[in-house]
């Protein structure tokens, strides 16, 4: 792998990881297209370079979502040390103790999913035209649950329940081609979240199994990387840092801008990348066909 490969890459990894295009269809879909073998079957480098784009995509997220990791975090924080998590946490603090007690819950799913069956995960991520597949039909899923909602929950409303159903969906991410903020948007906006706290619940929902991934891959490392390897994954990391702080701020602007997507408000911001995301299906179905690459 190339300096300029580890740039593509990090790129890849740290805006599509926030944009409801699909990381892991990215990663897998661009080196196929353009016929890089950027490993050469080294499984470890491979691992290593993973683990590097995770963390520098947890790093820029979590920079930019500082203020509400904190908020949460003292929350709990503040209930565990007055003995509020065992009792009842003091009404002022109760609605950030929930939220931060469902974030954690809602990571429960997809961890046991990704667990479970990690091995038949895997190689379902070599398969293009299922990729393909699970581009289009849920880039077109997540469109239509936004133009068809109508309540405006905020954040602050965020419970277990939720958390289950965000939770679950956020699974079916595991899957590549689906998108896990994509698939978890699309549950907020039928729980009746507004598009920006759908978005932000989302990206925070994303922190813990980002983290999680990073360190479960970490954990299976049994080499050191060589001098030229720490360049690229220095590289690949930073880039991946740098575009998902861009990619969560860009998000969350774009929602912003658009409003809550509820009452006679239907021109839906998802319908950009449901029409992206159909197109890259659509080549990647017409280079399977034809053969061209």
Do not use: C
């Amino acid at each position: 792998m190339s300096l300029v490969q580890a740039v593509v890459l990090g790129l890849l990894q740290g805006l599509t990881e926030f944009f409801p295009v699909s990381s892991s269809a990215h990663l897998e879909l661009a080196p196929w297209l353009v016929g890089w073998d950027l490993f050469d079957g080294d499984t470890e480098l491979e691992n290593t370079f993973d683990v590097a784009v995770h963390v520098g995509t947890l790093v820029g997220a979590a920079v930019y979502l500082r203020r509400d990791i904190a908020r949460y975090m003292g929350a709990l924080w503040g209930a565990a040390r007055s003995g509020g998590l065992r009792g009842r946490p003091d009404a002022r603090d109760r609605p950030d103790v929930v939220v931060a007690l469902s974030l954690a819950v809602s990571a429960v799913p997809a961890a046991l999913v990704g667990v479970a069956l990690e091995d038949r995960l895997l190689s379902l991520a070599e398969e293009p035209l299922l990729i393909a597949t699970l581009l289009a039909g849920f880039g077109w899923l997540l469109w239509w649950s936004d133009a068809s909602a109508t309540a405006e929950r905020q954040q602050s409303g965020f419970g277990i329940r939720d958390a289950l159903t965000m939770g679950i969906a956020q699974a079916a991410a595991l899957l590549p081609g689906v998108s896990r903020s994509g698939v978890t948007m699309t549950a907020g906006r039928w729980l009746g979240f507004d598009r920006a706290a759908a978005a932000r619940l989302a990206f925070l929902m994303s922190l813990p199994l980002i983290a999680g991934a990073g360190v479960y891959r970490a954990a299976t490392l049994s080499a050191a990387p060589t001098g030229s390897q720490i360049a690229m994954l220095v590289v690949g990391g930073v880039t991946a840092a740098v575009s998902s702080w861009a990619g969560v701020a860009a998000m969350l602007w774009l929602l912003r801008r658009t409003g809550s997507g509820s009452g006679n408000e239907r021109r839906s911001p998802f319908a950009l990348f449901a029409g992206y995301r159909t197109a890259v299906a659509l080549v990647v179905v017409l280079v399977i066909v034809t053969g061209l690459r």
